[in-house]
């Protein structure tokens, strides 16, 4: 048996699983996917996971802070090459409204809050 360091969870072949935020080893049960990558055409999407909802605020704070923006395609939302999940997508909206509101782009603020219906 397998046993994950940060909830206790047992299982045979448990994979150790890497929170994007604070980089603590988790695994499936307490470490949620927050986005998908596809990196191999055809082939299952990698997942993306965080510890906690304020461990993915903090990551897409960074990102966005360095420059990535969100794009919404085919009815999903992307930042860079990351298909976020519909409730990351929604923190993730706001984040980037935030960020506009702080670079007194007012006008893309007004935009985004659109898109998600704020
Ligand atoms: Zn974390
Ligand atoms: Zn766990």
Request: hydrophobic residues 35%; charged residues 20%.
């Given at each position: ?34 986005a ?12 993306h ?70």
């Open positions: 048996m397998a046993v994950c360091p940060n909830c206790g969870y047992s299982k045979l072949l448990l994979t150790p699983l890497t929170c994007d935020g604070c980089r603590r080893v988790g695994c499936e049960r307490c470490l949620g996917v927050y998908y990558t596809y990196p191999v055409p055809g082939k299952p999407p990698v997942q996971r965080v510890c906690s909802w304020v461990c993915f605020d903090r990551l897409a704070t960074y990102n966005i802070g360095r420059g990535l923006t969100l794009a919404a395609s085919g009815g999903a939302w992307y930042i860079g090459s990351y298909q976020l999940r519909p409730e990351a997508a929604q923190r993730a909206v706001r984040i980037q409204a935030e960020h506009y509101v702080l670079a007194e782009r007012h006008e893309d603020a007004a935009r985004l809050y659109e898109t998600i219906g704020m």
